[in-house]
């Protein structure tokens, strides 16, 4: 029989562990503050796992503290334990309590996640294209942006695809996270709650320049947003005019330099990018003549069939070989003079 002191003792030793952890969930930032509803949805049910947790902590603390105190074995102490059957009302309740916290989890997650995959009757819709190692986000009008823009307070609806390998969305503040299979529509749900800047992050490991597979993120408010995707709109259509004249070339070049994500691996002064995955293209010039092809050539080659020349001490094989396809043919030959403007000097 379990004594009154040792029942006052389990308690006491219950509140103190509910106390160290509760104090271990509060007063470190485990999740980031919230800016959509879905990442509402996401908190609350953190918080009531967590809470159940925390109670079953306790609860086995206080036993295991117990059990290793009052029950310990003398060291001369070489007899069997007492033959006990069991007990068929502990059984029978440590069976049905812990069924009904999982079922309870269980309830309470399949509402948040239909909830969270329910975009209202009124949606915007984007769509983004995941590629190693850029985003691009693609709006109605044929608007497309290497910064993802939203409104606050309207559900958008992402519907993603990649044309090589799997990556995956997250921005940390919204909570929603979804793989992007190639071959696939993936579709996902994010309401802002707040304007601001946030960040756009690839959470599958794509290939060597996965780290830096990020896009800026900003919400605003719907009149600023509409303002926005109108500018953006109307400078499309500036520069589809004059896309194929002199200047244009270059201009869409350092455009499609970036929404492809070349300065994700590649170094090349004029875009400001610094990484170290590829060759750096401040030495195309050099490059073609070792690999014994007029400059522009070389550049077209080195985007459509990376393999086919790669400068020494890097590897084959690493550089995505599906530019050829995905990039438009004035996105191609904006790209090759604005690479070749530097190389040639
Ligand atoms: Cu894309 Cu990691």
Redesign the pocket.
């Known amino acids: 029989m379990i004594r009154r002191a040792a029942v006052v003792k389990m308690v006491v030793v219950a509140a103190i562990a509910a106390l160290i952890a509760t104090l271990v969930a509060v007063l470190i930032d485990w999740l980031p503050d919230s800016a959509s509803e879905e990442m509402d949805r996401i908190t609350f049910v953190y918080w009531f796992a967590t809470i159940i947790c925390i109670g079953i902590f306790a609860l086995v603390v206080a036993v295991i503290v117990e059990a290793v105190w009052a029950f310990r074995v003398q060291p001369d102490d070489d007899t069997d334990g007492p033959p006990i059957h069991g007990h068929t009302g502990l059984e029978v309740a440590w069976t049905v309590v812990p069924a009904i916290l999982v079922i309870a989890i269980g309830v309470v997650s399949a509402v948040v996640l239909s909830k969270n995959a329910d975009a209202g009757s009124n949606p915007l819709t984007i769509k983004v294209f995941?590629q190693?190692?850029a985003w691009r986000f693609d709006y109605a009008g044929g608007v497309q942006s290497d910064e993802l823009v939203m409104p606050v307070h309207r559900s958008v609806r992402f519907e993603m695809d990649s044309p090589d390998?799997i990556?995956?969305l997250w921005i940390p503040e919204m909570g929603q996270k979804q793989d992007v299979v190639p071959g696939t529509v993936q579709k996902i749900v994010i309401t802002p709650t707040r304007t601001g800047r946030f960040r756009l992050i690839?959470?599958?490991?794509?290939?060597l320049g996965?780290s830096t597979?990020r896009a800026p993120v900003r919400v605003l408010e719907q009149p600023a947003f509409d303002k926005w995707l109108e500018k953006q709109s109307s400078a499309r259509g500036g520069s589809a005019g004059g896309g194929s004249a002199g200047g244009g070339g270059a201009q869409v070049g350092k455009k499609t330099f970036a929404s492809a994500g070349c300065g994700g691996c590649h170094a090349f002064e004029p875009a400001g990018t610094d990484a170290e995955i590829g060759p750096s293209l401040d030495n195309l010039a050099a490059d073609a003549e070792k690999a014994g092809k007029p400059l522009p050539d070389y550049i077209r080659e080195s985007i459509v069939n990376p393999n086919a020349y790669v400068v020494p001490s890097y590897k084959s094989g690493v550089m995505p070989t599906t530019f050829g396809e995905t990039l438009k043919p004035e996105e191609l030959d904006g790209l090759v003079v604005f690479l070749s403007g530097k190389g040639a000097e």
């Open positions: 995941a190693q190692f390998v990556h995956s690839c959470t599958e490991l794509c290939g996965h597979m």
